[in-house]
Structures are given as C-alpha cells and as structure tokens.
C-alpha cells in the first residue's frame, strides 16, 4: 500500500519559512520523481518544484529562488524549503510521486500566510 504522508503546514506570517516533509512508504522511493504541488481556494492545483532520482530540480516561477526542493533517500522523504513566503502563497500543498504510469498523491497539509 502506497503512503505518501505530508507534514510541516501551518500558519506564518509573510516573509517567514516553513519546511515541509513528504515521508513515502510502498514505493521504491529512489526510483520516483518526487514533487510538490499546490491548491489555493477556487484555483487548479499548480506544480510546484519536482526533483528527479538523480537530483535535477525544476520549479515553477513563481518560487523560484525562495523554495528549495530536497530528497532524502534513505529516509523516504522529499521535503521542500520555503523561504521569503507571501501571502499568495497560501495553499494546500500535496505530495507528488511519478514513475512512469505510477501516480500517487498525499491528503496535503495546509500553509496559510498571514499577518
């Protein structure tokens, strides 16, 4: 059974950072593209950042040179580091993990800007 459980959301003021982490089980977690993506109220959800098994990232531009995508092999775990967060930002953040026809989501974790 594929797990793909998300933590690290919360509510942050804008300019502050939060960390999430994405701990995979079921999967042969090295093999799969691991990414972020998100949903804000009344918007299609939008890729965030992904990392491939080999490390190369991409991420969209919106966080470009404010998020930093991760993964953690050994621990089955993708995380994302957001840094500098605006309002905007404010989304459900889902867990992404693809390897050919395989696609799996997590329930997502909620991260609210706000002062």
């Known amino acids: 059974q594929v797990q793909l459980v998300e933590s690290g959301g919360g509510l942050v003021q804008p300019g502050g950072s939060l960390r999430l982490s994405c701990a995979a089980s079921?999967?042969?977690?090295?093999?799969?593209?691991m990414g972020w993506y998100r949903q804000a109220p009344e918007k299609q959800r939008e890729l965030v950042a992904t990392?491939?098994?080999?490390?190369?990232?991409i991420y969209a531009d919106s966080v470009k040179g404010r998020f930093t995508i991760s993964r953690d092999n050994a621990k089955n775990t993708v995380y994302l580091q957001m840094n500098s967060l605006k309002p905007e930002d404010t989304a459900v953040y889902y867990c992404?993990?693809?390897?050919?026809?395989?696609?799996?989501w997590g329930q997502g974790t909620q991260v609210t800007v706000s002062s």
């Open positions: 992404n993990a693809r390897w050919s026809a395989a696609h799996y």
């Open positions: 079921g999967i042969f977690f090295s093999s799969y593209v």
């Open positions: 990392v491939t098994a080999g490390g190369s990232t």
